[in-house]
């Protein structure tokens, strides 16, 4: 069997189902176990419920079939990020979710939802909290694991401070052009609208933004050098690439040219590899 070996840039895949699902089992035990076990029955929150259960389980039903990979991936990114070193930087990546200036608003959203007095409210105080540890702490987690979160806590900070920004409108303004340049100084670090010339020193920061180029010159090239192959050595031949982001480029973008299924012992990728008969 020959094997031809690309290089590493990469694509990174959440489980944004099973993040949610996790968040969805926090809440509802800080509901249970809390005063706000008395909200259970509000048709609301069984809706919502009901729906998050259906939206997850057809991703459990595959997970099954599979041999729960979630928990092998998990494993995976445990040896690769867990620890003590992740937690400096899964705090920092925190801070950095919605912004740095918007730390302020989500912040202040947490503040808003526990001093309301609402048990359901502080609930969602006591999941962020819980997923918080959990994931610095035992899962060496990717730091936008706990971005859905963010939308309710930026939310609930506007309510929360709708007052203080309504009474003096200089702070508005700061607050607005302070987030307009903070998102500018993010936005070459995390959206690849920088050259490929100058995105080099991004790299060290985000990752992202430089393991997508050159992807078409990669699928071009070994595309070259699977034709050149004999016809006998392609008939035995995988293409193993370092990551799934490499195998996604050539399974996506090599779609049609002939070339066969990509595969990757990267993390998880080799489920989706070819089976032999």
């Known amino acids: 069997m020959t094997a031809l070996h690309t290089t590493p840039p990469a694509t990174r895949a959440a489980a944004h ?21 008395r909200t259970v029955a509000d048709r609301r929150l069984l809706a919502g419920a009901a729906t998050a259960v259906l939206l997850v389980l057809p991703d459990l039903w595959w997970q099954a079939r599979h041999g729960w990979a979630m928990f092998e991936m998990t494993r995976a990114l445990n040896g690769k990020n867990g620890g003590p070193g992740n ?36 609930c969602l105080v006591t999941a962020y909290a819980v997923l918080f540890v959990l994931f610095a702490v035992t899962t060496g987690a990717q730091v936008y694991y706990l971005g859905g979160l963010y939308v309710c806590l930026l939310a609930a900070g506007a309510v ?14 700061g607050l607005t052009a302070a987030t307009a340049v903070s998102t500018a100084m993010l936005t070459v670090i995390v959206l690849p609208i920088l050259p490929p010339s100058s995105a080099a020193w991004t790299y060290g920061i985000n990752t992202n933004s430089g393991e997508s180029l050159g992807w078409p010159q990669l699928v071009d090239t070994v595309g070259q050098v699977w034709t050149g192959l004999p016809a006998e050595q392609r008939a035995n031949a995988v293409i193993f690439t370092a990551d799934y982001g490499e195998a996604g480029a050539i399974n996506e973008l090599g779609r049609g040219t002939g070339l066969p299924t990509a595969v990757s012992a990267h993390n998880t990728d080799w489920w989706w590899g070819p089976r032999q008969p």
């Open 160 to 173: 929360g401070l709708d007052g203080w920004l309504r009474s003096r409108p200089d702070r508005l303004r």
């Open 17 to 37: 189902l099973i993040t949610a699902a996790i968040f969805g089992v926090v809440l509802l035990a800080a509901v249970l176990i809390g005063p706000a076990r």
């Open 87 to 122: 937690i400096p930087t899964w705090i920092v990546g925190q801070l950095g979710m919605s912004g740095l200036v918007m730390t302020v608003l989500w912040v202040a959203g947490l503040r808003f939802l526990w001093r309301s007095g609402r048990p359901l409210w502080r």
